[in-house]
């Protein structure tokens, strides 16, 4: 388990971004897969999830998760909120309410979680490009300022992802981006003839657009193997029909 110092400092909050190590899956999903859309055996996806809960102590309640679709979605979750068996779909989980352990599922998108140390909210972020693009984390940003948060008081961790060398991008991804915004250009740099995207860079610039100044970024990139994390792109280059997904977790005490 890897945790941000900044957040680390913060003793009301228990957090962690956990990579492929000491789970019960086999096979290409060796071993602590949490992608319960993934076609793993379920009951080995259960195992792990508990596994990563029992980290975070026996009295909290079971990991909320969201059914994750690259959306600008987020849901809130607070003292009324009642829980379905069916996961909601979006793509960040805010809550303000205290034992309830949020997290997200990547593999090679930015997991980011956010803590406003005054008023005691959190936010657990799946920010892949196609998210960030749309604006969930402005979005998210806008509903805590709702409920009162200050961007001063925010804390942002930005968690291990696909680096800048690791993420190659087609011309139209590039022409998309600087349609948008021509500052973006930064994100984007030429290697021999092939182009590379900045992801945590662009996740960071979208904190600092809205004022969030004390963020951490945790330099770890999933596609590269001795880091051990699940990557979308490296199962794709070894021809894998799936892959696992990494469990970024945050929760109040």
Not at 120 to 135: L, N, Y
Not at 217 to 237: P, V, Y
Request: glycine share 6%.
């Amino acid at each position: 388990m890897i945790t941000s110092k900044k957040l680390f400092k913060e003793k009301k909050i228990i957090h962690g971004f956990f990579n492929r190590n000491g789970g019960k899956s086999e096979g290409i999903y060796k071993s602590l897969n949490c992608g319960i859309g993934s076609n793993d055996k379920k009951n080995k996806v259960k195992q792990n999830l508990k596994i990563v809960k029992n980290k975070f102590g026996k009295k909290c309640k079971n990991i909320f998760l969201v059914h994750q679709t690259h959306s600008n979605k987020f849901i809130f979750i607070n003292k009324n909120y009642k829980f379905k068996k069916k996961r909601v779909k979006a793509d960040a989980i805010i809550t303000n309410q205290k034992r309830i352990p949020i997290a997200v599922l990547t593999a090679d998108c930015v997991p980011l979680l956010i803590y406003d140390k005054k008023k005691d909210i959190i936010a657990a972020v799946h920010a892949g490009w196609k998210g960030a693009f749309k604006g969930i984390i402005k979005n998210v940003l806008s509903s805590m300022k709702k409920k009162g948060c200050n961007s001063s008081d925010i804390i942002a961790a930005i968690g291990p992802c696909i680096g800048q060398n690791s993420y190659n991008v087609k011309k139209d991804f590039q022409k998309k981006f600087v349609k948008k915004s021509k500052r973006n250009r930064i994100f984007f740099k030429k290697k021999k003839n092939k182009i590379y995207f900045n992801l945590p860079k662009f996740i960071e610039s979208e904190l600092k657009l809205d004022k969030i100044t004390n963020i951490d970024i945790i330099n770890k990139d999933t596609f590269i193997k001795k880091n051990n994390f699940f990557s979308a792109r490296q199962s794709l280059r070894l021809k894998y029909n799936d892959y696992g997904r990494n469990i970024s977790i945050i929760m109040i005490n």
